[in-house]
């Protein structure tokens, strides 16, 4: 990685002050289940030495690690903020802080019932051209629903995403989902090619951004005061919209990591 030899400055000694960069995972900084490119973590390591970076994401650290890390690095060494599960599990400069439980707060009746139905929409809805398996994946902090089923191939995968922009099978469930669930407090929310995530209102990738404000009162903290946002799904229904939209954050839209790499080196010289 770039200036791979040198140490990284402390986060309250990076040279733009105040400043945070935080990325959606999933065609912002890599293709949905790949590996960000070299070029990516280079560039995101000139970065690191510029200003604070960190990534949000609805997966689980798992993934993430995938996606991001590799066999000899952690992920959570190659970023200062990690929210997988939108924050509901978060590390700072590697160590673990507080978690959230959607079990916990939707209480086990209640989910007994939602997983229910989600499954016999499933099982039910032949509009799905192929089903595989894994089609509801229950994380810390929310719960992701797949009407192919996670198990999918990455072939698989693409030819869903480009059935679903036509046949809007995952907004048909969502509606479903929230009809038949009107007193949950829930919100559902579209992203990455194959699945929507489900959480408390409240939940979303902005729930991170507690973190980051909180930060200010540990003894080396930073006030962060410039939040940098940079996410695909940006338009009103995606997954990254209502931190694009938050007034805390300056939000970036991107088409891709090709993109957000053109931008970063406009904004921050690179």
């Not at 970065?47 to 970076?53: D, G, N, T």
Request: charged content about 25%.
């Amino acid at each position: 990685m770039a200036q791979a030899g040198t140490v990284i400055p402390a986060l309250n000694e990076r040279p733009i002050k105040n400043t945070i960069c935080l990325f959606d995972v999933d065609d912002t900084l890599s293709r949905p289940r790949r590996a960000a490119s070299s070029s990516m973590l280079q560039l995101l390591s000139a970065l690191r030495h510029k200003l604070a970076i960190g990534f949000v994401g609805g997966s689980n650290l798992v993934k993430q690690q995938e996606q991001l890390g590799t066999s000899a690095i952690d992920v959570t060494s190659l970023f200062d903020f990690c929210f997988p599960e939108n924050g509901l599990v978060a590390y700072r400069m590697g160590e673990a802080l507080a978690t959230q439980s959607f079990i916990g707060w939707l209480g086990e009746e209640k989910w007994k019932r939602f997983v229910n139905f989600c499954l016999r929409f499933i099982a039910d809805c032949d509009e799905i051209p192929i089903k595989r398996g894994t089609f509801v994946e229950f994380r810390n902090g929310m719960v992701n629903v797949s009407p192919i089923g996670r198990n999918a191939t990455v072939e698989e995968r693409n030819q869903f995403n480009a059935f679903d922009k036509e046949a809007g099978v995952r907004k048909m469930m969502v509606e479903a989902l929230k009809k038949e669930f009107p007193d949950y407090g829930l919100t559902y929310a579209i992203g990455g090619q194959i699945s929507f995530d489900v959480f408390p209102h409240g939940w979303d990738k902005t729930y991170c951004l507690n973190h980051l404000q909180a930060d200010k009162e540990r003894p080396d903290g930073v006030d962060f005061k410039t939040i940098h946002f940079f996410g695909d799904k940006t338009m009103e229904g995606g997954n990254d919209y209502e931190i694009y939209t938050d007034p805390r954050t300056i939000g970036h839209s991107v088409t891709g990591p090709d993109d957000t790499e053109k931008q970063l080196r406009e904004l921050f010289d690179l």
